[in-house]
């Protein structure tokens, strides 16, 4: 599941959207600058390997357990090691969509990525649901609260980089 962040100047605040529209130039240019940073920031952290798995396990459910060693860890052996796949799963996207409208955007669509990092929401209780036990135990961020805080610091570079480069046009007319 992706998380997307869109930036739009809001069309009732006439200045913002002359700005805007009078710097097509720097836009899209100065979003995907930033955007690239803040998203490859988070993207380095959630790929970051934890520590040694922590015993005993401490399983969701039995149900759970008894799945693991009736499939013979899923299908994976055991014990069952990293592999890395999940962790280099993490993909960027930042596009231009047209008329000011610039979407970033944070996935991992491999199987295992919601057991591991949780589900990718702003509301943290949801996001802890997936996360299995013994992967927060062991050290997996949980995805959501990185994320959002992520594009929570995006926005802000924004308004405070497209000001300073409205300002600086000004200043030269």
Same mark, same amino acid.
């Given at each position: 599941m992706p998380v997307k962040m869109k930036i739009t100047a809001k069309p009732g605040n006439t200045k913002a959207v002359a700005a805007f529209n009078d710097l097509p130039d720097i836009g899209f240019k100065l979003f995907k600058k930033l955007a690239s940073e803040r998203l490859s920031r988070v993207i380095n952290i959630?790929?970051?390997? =934890?520590? =040694?798995? @922590? !015993?005993? $396990?401490?399983?969701?459910? $039995?149900?759970?357990? @008894?799945?693991?060693?009736?499939?013979?860890?899923?299908?994976?052996? $055991?014990?069952?090691?990293?592999?890395?796949?999940?962790?280099?799963?993490? &993909?960027? &996207? $930042? @596009?231009?969509?047209?008329?000011?409208?610039? @979407?970033?955007?944070?996935?991992?669509?491999?199987?295992?990525?919601?057991?591991? !990092?949780?589900?990718?929401? &702003?509301?943290?209780?949801?996001a802890r649901i997936p996360q299995q036990r013994f992967h927060s135990a062991t050290g997996w961020r949980l995805a959501s609260p990185l994320v959002d805080l992520e594009f929570q610091g995006l926005r802000q570079d924004i308004k405070r980089q497209f000001s300073t480069e409205v300002k600086r046009r000004a200043s030269q007319r």
């Open positions: 959630l790929k970051a390997l =934890p520590g =040694p798995v @922590v !015993y005993p $396990i401490l399983w969701t459910t $039995i149900r759970q357990q @008894v799945a693991f060693f009736a499939s013979n860890g899923f299908g994976r052996g $055991i014990p069952t090691g990293r592999t890395g796949d999940t962790a280099s799963g993490w &993909r960027k &996207r $930042i @596009v231009d969509k047209g008329g000011g409208v610039f @979407v970033a955007s944070i996935t991992n669509n491999k199987p295992a990525a919601k057991f591991v !990092y949780g589900a990718l929401t &702003r509301n943290v209780a949801k």
